[in-house]
């Protein structure tokens, strides 16, 4: 039999290999292949390998376990649809090494039938420790309790009086005790949204559903449910989350609603303990894994629910290497394996609101629990009156800010810009700061007195002389970010707790964690923040909400800058007053006229997505049309030019496919690569791929520039 076997390094195609007669293999079967000098393990994809002479044979099957057939399509599929070679999707599958190995303990245990003539007192000290305690125990513990060497014991060993078993680690995850459940008493509407998903789930086909509420709606008690339900037909779920949503109010409530973890796959955890996730779900236990986009690529056996929990977050989409995003990809597995799809979230992307409109996906809605009223108000404030110079709050936001804190309530102040300011620049000659290995400006931090590069890292101290014109202290600096808003707050209400959270300040979960507890606590006052404190955490004392420039996320020809923009402001704008009366939100903007204005301050999420989506129909943007990027890099500056132009001699002619660029991309420069874009735009019915793959055929790419697809892109830095 000769089969064709996967093997997870950058290959597309597959390579074959002769099946010894004693062994038994189908598609899925994961097999120890030699390769080169090496000896990997790969998966069998084929069974009607061609036979040709000298075919190496497999050194054998490596798990008793197969991966399904389902996982095996779908690797294909994904390895298809994004662009990117087999071989590397697999790699993904194996967790980016070789399969795990289950972490084995070696237990000693005495051999009844053997006798020994003659004993020495460290022979007779192991004999009788091992007499008295009946059973095999550690080989390391009898080593350190009795103080005698490993020699002896590898004596007794060899001579047979002992015996040497090799057991897998018992995983503390995986056997953990059941504790208390405590369940949720449900609202009429969460019940009615629970049956609609549960009848959904049960059904032949079932419909990716999208569930959608605002946050404090109860969506997550609604899926635990499912969940729940899933699990007492011994089916696995997959949860995915935004890495930063991932937090440990999400997990305290998941244990209090099951009484046991759920099985955790993200960056932090441990090797053993992803080997172990990932046998039990190669081998089919019911489980439930939460995790943020890798997960996707866990060999689940017997997947029945995957639940995309803020399924808007465009950290969905994996930009860097292998490009490829993660909702629509774990949507794809679904419908493999008939697995029902449960998309949660306040504020839907417009894919998928479009998708509900034209009936692809169902649509369940749970109306706002605490319903004191229909969300705080939103008041925009025109920036175009205030004049104060070097100052960024609004008189009715600052005395916003004063009455908050004179109640004793917290105000949240949002600002999507890490550090004190975006731009430094020489007074006297208007040199600007920029990084010398990308097309940015460097970024001012006042806590450790850097200027730093946002895009690559570089950093360096903020000097006293300008490096054009050496001017002594002239530098200053232009706009705020988080750090210079903090001051501006202390300059009127000196007497405040000011917190600022940013990714520069939250480095590690645990300071997160820190940070959330002692908002929570009432140790704080303001809270000034980056995105990071956009989502996922519900803080009772929040009454006042700013937002600093409402505008930021709208610059730049991002074709979703809007869509962006108004999940953020709409995600940010619900952390105020959930709970209380008198909740405000301030939206500082230069453009109060503009529609996106007009349906956040409405609160008219419906309306919005409605102009947004004439707007995109009318040029074919996606969802009504298809986008691919592709961006050429490279170090040497006129090479790449020269390079990107003889691509364009190149272009196929297809029907329905239009291509955009070149152009310079809008980051040109980034860590010393001269970047640039093309943009593929094509209609709904024909497919960006047959394109790209007949371009890229008839382009030899030389070994220092570097061309990169990117399938319905999301940014286009
Ligand atoms: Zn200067
Ligand atoms: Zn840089």
Redesign the pocket.
Known sequence: MIVEVLVPLPFDQSFSYSIPADEIVSIGTIVRVPFGRRSIEGVVIGLEGVEVKGLKPIHGVAHKAALSKSMVDWILWVADYCLIPKGLVLKAVWGGSLIPQVATQNLIALNDAAHLEKVTPAQKKILSYLTVHAKPLLRKKIREELGVSDGVIAGLLKKGILRLITKPVPDKLLEQPALPVMLPVLSKEQEVAKQFLLSEMSAEDPCVTLLDGVTGSGKTEVYFDVIDQCLMLNGQVLVMLPEIALTAQWLQRFQKRFGFKPLLWHSNVSKAQKSHIWQAVLEGWPCVVVGARSSLFLPFQNLKLAVVDEEHDASFKQEEGMIYHARDMAIVRSKLCQAFVILSTATPSLETWSNVQSGRYKHVKLPERFKVKSGPDIQLVDMRTHDSKQTWISKPLRDALRRTFEQGAQSMLYINRRGYAPVTL?R??G?RFACPDCSAWLVRHKFNDTLQCHHCGYHASAPSV?P??Q?ED?TISCGPGVERIEEEVLSFIPDARVMVLSSDHMAQNTQMQVAIEKIEGGEVDIIIGTQVMAKGHDFKRLTCVGVIDGDLGLMGSDLRASERTFQMLTQVAGRSGRHVEQGEVWLQTYQPESDIMKALSKGDRDSFFGYELALRQEFSWPPFGRLAGVIVSGSDEARVAAFVKSMCTKVPHLTGVRLLGPAQAPLYKVRRKYRWRFTILSSKETSPHAFVNAWLAKIKCPKDIHIQVDIDPISFY
């Open positions: 020489c006297a000659c040199y300008c054009s014109c001017t002239a």
